[in-house]
């Protein structure tokens, strides 16, 4: 069932090594390549194929393993993205005229302000949105965010993720970049329609990034670095909150922002598309020994190419992933409510100064992204060890993700204006909640390493659903800026963390689903019957027993 296609051409992403096209002085000696070095390169049928020396050179350059790389600059994706996305909820706050806001001190309302603060930290800029508009220019991002999902999972699917990654947060960084023009020009519907337009562009992360992981990442690193990749949104949430803190602070008018956080997407796009690729075959200058080793591991260096389309009703009608779906939409209501909303509450209701706002609004990400790696390594070692199933670990950390911080920003509600263990509450929910990423947020690759694109395309544009409801209801349900008023937000967000994990903990797994190679199942299957025959269900459990991905079978 398995089989291995020898080097040659797999993308647009590079030149095929022998094609027809010699590199270099060449010379054919009885039906073999003999380069001006010497070399004997092999025939197409013969591994390895001869590459130049200048790739050589560069595939010994690199210490680190080039899957290594990949998982860095996915973290960095995903760090820039959130940058850009989360910029404008510290920004807000200078934009708006904040001049009505503490009209409610007291017990029930906003917390007093320090005696040595800075009065004009508190005025705000010169739009005059009510809680209700700014809710809709924070929420109109998820907007153009949740129809580029699924398109952005076939696209890398059929044409790899380099592209449909890169461009995306190219795009993305564009319209950061035009957005203070865009706001002088237009207002507030000015700024609606870039927000919109930033999300079409960020809607093709996650699922591009899925697709590079099911054909770099063998199963026994898929906890460790899938929680590296991911771990990129916490540290671009710190550095979004921390560094627009810090700019709106010491740069007179709050355009800075935009321009900094534009600005790094541009050079995260130049890096990125010089040194990744699609998949292990088209990569001009991986080393041999990392070739080897992923070709053992995934059983093939290169995306599969013949597998059918989609199987959408068998996806659409998966129980796991139907379980899979609910654990998104509890991680993302309560991680938007905290990313989009949490710098609003420190500013309108406990009245921190902007750079302070920045540092406290940040310092819950810090502990949740070392909690994220460090979990992601325990989880693949109790999983690898044997001290557990990948089924279990998964609905483990998704629950110590669901309950601890559900409970925490719960309390948090009613620590009142004790500034110091407010913020310690939601560090502690903020932390915890990074046990998803070795949960949850790899079950995809688990469920159809060759559909992981589509799969993550599905739950994240789902739960994205959220970030447009979850910031209308914040705005439409705290007018005052009071602590009861956003008591009972907290309430719901607890609710809905229970509920969703629930479902998962009853329905999710972690094994390969039979319709991840479609090709494989028996007519009783197509027919409607969930099982695939016992020789086709072995055959597809075993490499995943043996902590193989399933990621480019071939029939």
């Known amino acids: 069932m398995f089989s291995y296609s020898p080097a040659g051409p797999s993308s647009g992403e590079r030149e095929p090594l022998l094609s027809g096209k010699l590199l270099g002085p060449v010379a054919i000696v009885e039906e073999q390549f003999v380069t001006e070095y010497g070399e004997v390169l092999p025939s197409e049928d013969d591994e390895p194929a001869y590459r130049h020396p200048c790739l050589a050179w560069f595939s010994r350059v690199f210490i680190i393993p080039q899957r290594v790389i990949l998982a860095i600059m996915g973290f960095l994706a995903i760090m820039n993205a959130y940058t850009m996305r989360i910029s404008l909820s510290i920004a807000i706050t200078e934009m708006v005229n904040k001049t009505g806001v503490g009209s409610n001190e007291g017990e029930s309302g906003v917390c007093p302000i320090d005696e040595n603060a800075d009065p004009d930290d508190f005025t705000g800029g010169e739009f005059d949105w009510d809680e209700e508009l700014q809710g809709i220019i924070l ?88 929680s590296l990749v991911f771990g990129g949104g916490q540290v671009g949430t710190i550095l979004g909150n921390l560094l627009s803190g810090v700019l709106l602070h010491n740069i007179e008018g709050w355009s800075s922002v935009f321009y900094f956080f534009g600005g790094m997407g541009v050079l995260w796009f130049v890096i990125f598309t010089l040194l990744c690729y699609s998949d292990p075959e088209s990569h001009p200058f991986i080393s041999e020994k990392e070739k080897e080793y992923l070709k053992r591991e995934l059983g093939t260096l290169e995306r599969d190419r013949t597998l059918p389309p989609t199987p959408w009703r068998f996806i659409l009608t998966s129980v796991p992933m139907m379980a899979l779906v609910c654990a998104q939409i509890g991680h993302d209501w309560g991680f938007f409510i905290m990313v989009t909303d949490l710098p609003k509450y420190m500013s309108d209701v406990l009245r921190f100064s902007i750079k302070d706002n920045g540092l406290y609004s940040s310092l819950p990400y ?148 039979p319709w991840n190679t479609p090709h494989l199942m028996n007519k009783s299957v197509e027919a409607g019957d969930s099982r695939s025959s016992g020789q086709d269900d072995d055959a597809l459990a075993e490499p995943h027993k043996s902590g193989q991905s399933l990621g480019a079978i071939k029939q």
């Not at 076939?154 to 990654?165: D, I, Y």
């Open 139 to 226: 929420s109109s991002f998820y907007w153009g965010y949740v129809i580029t999902h699924i398109p952005g999972g076939m696209l890398a699917e059929k044409f790899g993720g380099k592209w449909t990654l890169s461009l995306g947060i190219l795009s993305t960084a564009f319209f950061t970049l035009i957005t203070p023009w865009a706001v002088e020009l237009g207002g507030s519907t000015a700024l609606i329609v870039i927000r919109v337009m930033m999300g079409l562009g960020e809607g093709t992360t996650f699922p591009a990034l899925s697709a590079l992981m099911a054909t770099w990442i063998p199963a026994k690193e898929r906890s460790k670095l899938g």
């Open 366 to 513: 810090l502990v949740m992204w070392i909690v994220s790696l460090s979990t992601g390594v325990l989880s693949d070692w109790l999983i690898t060890s044997g001290r557990m199933t990948i089924t279990f670990g998964r609905k483990l950390f998704t629950t110590i993700a669901s309950i601890g911080p559900a409970c925490f920003i719960v309390g948090a509600s009613y620590a009142g204006c004790e500034k110091a263990v407010v913020v310690m509450l939601f560090t502690f929910a903020m932390g915890l909640m990074g046990t998803f990423y070795p949960g949850m947020k790899v079950n995809p690759l688990d469920l159809s390493p060759n559909y992981a694109g589509t799969l993550m395309a599905i739950t994240n544009g789902i739960g994205a659903i959220t970030g447009i409801i979850a910031p209308y209801v914040v705005g439409v349900m705290t007018p005052n800026h009071t602590l009861d008023e956003w008591r009972i937000v907290f309430w719901i967000s607890f609710a809905i963390f229970n509920v969703t994990n629930l479902a998962y903990i009853l329905w999710a797994s972690g094994e390969v689903q």
